[in-house]
Nanobody, 122 residues
């Protein structure tokens, strides 16, 4: 079992920055795909970014503004969000797989954090 705890959400004005953290515990951290998803009411959860080894993925909507990283020594993944826009407002979730495959759909991730709210005002 893997437990994930997110932190770092909050309210910012457009153009601002936030850094989300996802601390993992309970099982081997390395070798898993770590991902960040976000969800707004009435919409499906969408993958924003993911990382496995040196490989990263970004949704087109955040490419060039968000950066995903991880510190294996701290069992923590991060999402650095710059140039935030009102449309980035959502609940952000950290997720982990059981393998080194990063899936596009949430069904591929058995482990989830509780979520952290990000609100961007114009």
């Amino acid at each position: 079992q893997v437990q994930l705890v997110e932190s770092g959400g909050g309210s910012v004005q457009a153009g601002g920055s936030l850094r989300l953290s996802c601390a993992a515990s309970g099982a081997t951290y390395g070798g898993r795909c770590m991902a960040w998803f976000r969800q707004v009411p009435t919409k499906e959860r969408e993958r924003v970014a993911s990382i496995i080894g040196g490989y990263t993925y970004y949704a087109n909507s955040v490419k060039g503004r968000f950066t995903i990283s991880q510190d294996n020594a701290k069992n923590t993944a991060y999402l650095h969000m710059n140039s935030l826009r009102p449309e980035d407002t959502a609940m952000y979730y950290c997720a982990a797989t059981t393998s080194n495959i990063c899936y596009s759909q949430q069904a591929g991730y058995p482990y989830w954090g509780q979520g952290t709210q990000v609100t961007v005002s114009s």
